[in-house]
Nanobody
Framework: QVQLVESGGGVVQPGESLTLSCAAS????????MGWYRQTQGKEREMVAT???????NYADYAKGRFTISRDNAKNTIYLKMDNLNPDDTAVYYC??????????????????WGQGTQVSVSS
């Protein structure tokens, strides 16, 4: 099991920056990848940025050049630094971890763990 707690959301003006944090706990050695996703009302959750255990990074096209995902292994925390925010970035941002889950007699090698989400609002 992996537990994820996001923080750092808030209200900012267009052009400003914000850094989100995601503290992970539990069976961390089994995590294969972590990342950030976002969701607005009425839309599907979409990938923002991901970081694998082998340090492979992937960004959504809209995030390239503006967002940076990083990890602090000592703190078991990943971050998402978001620069030059615009109103289209307004969403609930979720932290995600991919890892194994054993539940009773069932085993899921690539289970998706989610945090509770943190709201980011960009408005003038």
């Amino acid at each position: 099991q992996v537990q994820l707690v996001e923080s750092g959301g808030g209200v900012v003006q267009p052009g400003e920056s914000l850094t989100l944090s995601c503290a992970a706990s539990g069976n961390l050695l089994s995590i294969k990848a972590m990342g950030w996703y976002r969701q607005t009302q009425g839309k599907e959750r979409e990938m923002v940025a991901t970081l694998t255990s082998r340090n492979t990074i992937n960004y959504a096209d809209y995030a390239k050049g503006r967002f940076t995902i990083s990890r602090d292994n000592a703190k078991n925390t990943i971050y998402l630094k978001m620069d030059n925010l615009n109103p289209d970035d307004t969403a609930v941002y979720y932290c995600n971890a991919i890892g194994p889950l054993r539940s009773g007699d069932s085993y899921y090698p690539d289970y998706s763990f989610w945090g509770q989400g943190t709201q980011v609002s960009v408005s003038s």
